[in-house]
C-alpha cells in the first residue's frame, strides 16, 4: 500500500524558533515534492526532491531526503509569523501510473 | 497563462443531484487529475488522465466519472451526490507523467445537503 505519514500535524512555534516535519513514506518512490497552502487557498510547490541526499533551500525553509530510510525532512530556521500555513509532502509513483500520494498535512501556526 | 481554471468556487448540491466541475489549463499539460480535500487527510487522487481520450482511477473513485476530449479539458461528473461527497475539490496538471510537478486550481468547494 502506497502510504505518506507526516508528523507532527500540528505544530506551534515562536517566532526565532527551529523546528522540523518528518514525511515517511512506505515504498521505493520517484521523486518527493513539498506544497504549502495557506487556509482558503489552493496548493503552492515549495521543493521537488529527485534522489538521495538532494537538498534544496528556499528562504528560511530547506527540504531533504533520504530514499534509503524514505524519509523526507522541511527544516524552519528563525521561524517568522508569515510562514504560518499547512504543508504537505508528496510522493509520486511512476509505475503507478504517475500517481502524486500525499501526507495528512502539518497545519503550522508561529506566533509572535 | 491562466494556468489551471477552476467552475465553479462555491456549489451546494442536494441529496441524489448531479453535476459538473469544470477544470481547464491553458500550458499545454498532457497530466491531469482530480483530488479531493478533507480535514486530517491531506488530498486524495479522484482520477487521472495522462493525455486526451486516457483515464484511470485513483485512490476513492466511487461516485465519480471523468473524460479527456480534449488537452485542455478535464471535467469531474457527480453522478448522485450524496452528503459524503462535501469537499474541496482540486484540479491539477502537469507538463508529462513522468514530469510530476504539479499545479492546482484554485479549488472548488462542495456542499451536498
Known amino acids: 500500500e502506497l502510504k505518506v505519514e507526516q508528523n507532527p500535524l500540528f505544530l506551534s512555534m515562536q517566532e526565532g524558533k527551529n523546528y522540523t516535519i518528518y514525511c515517511n513514506y512506505s515504498t521505493t518512490s520517484d521523486r518527493l515534492y513539498w506544497y504549502r497552502q495557506d487556509p482558503g487557498k489552493s496548493l503552492e510547490s515549495l521543493f521537488v526532491?529527485?534522489?538521495?541526499?538532494a537538498v534544496k533551500q528556499e528562504g528560511r525553509l530547506m527540504a531533504s531526503l533520504d530514499t534509503k530510510a524514505r524519509l523526507s525532512t522541511l527544516h524552519i530556521t528563525a521561524a517568522v509569523h508569515d510562514l504560518s500555513a499547512t504543508y504537505f509532502c508528496?510522493?509520486?509513483?511512476?509505475?503507478?501510473?504517475?500517481?502524486?500520494?500525499f501526507g495528512q498535512g502539518t497545519e503550522l501556526s508561529v506566533k509572535p | 497563462n491562466a494556468g489551471v481554471t477552476q467552475t465553479p468556487k462555491f456549489q451546494v448540491l442536494k441529496t441524489g443531484q448531479s453535476m459538473t466541475l469544470q477544470c481547464a489549463q491553458d500550458?499545454?499539460?498532457?497530466?491531469m487529475s482530480w483530488y479531493r480535500q478533507d480535514p486530517g487527510m491531506g488530498l486524495r487522487l479522484i482520477h487521472y488522465?495522462?493525455?486526451?481520450?486516457?483515464?484511470d482511477q485513483g485512490e476513492v473513485p466511487n461516485g465519480y466519472n471523468v473524460s479527456r476530449s480534449t488537452t485542455e479539458d478535464f471535467p469531474l461528473r457527480l453522478l448522485s451526490a450524496a452528503p459524503s461527497q462535501t469537499s474541496v475539490y482540486f484540479c491539477?496538471?502537469?507538463?508529462?507523467?513522468?514530469?510530476?510537478?504539479?499545479?492546482f486550481g484554485p479549488g472548488t468547494r462542495l456542499t451536498v445537503l
Open positions: 526532491l529527485l534522489s538521495n541526499g
Open positions: 488522465s495522462v493525455g486526451a481520450g486516457i483515464t
Open positions: 500550458m499545454n499539460h498532457e497530466y
Open positions: 491539477a496538471s502537469s507538463r508529462q507523467v513522468r514530469y510530476n510537478e504539479q499545479f
Open positions: 508528496a510522493v509520486t509513483y511512476y509505475n503507478q501510473g504517475g500517481k502524486l500520494i
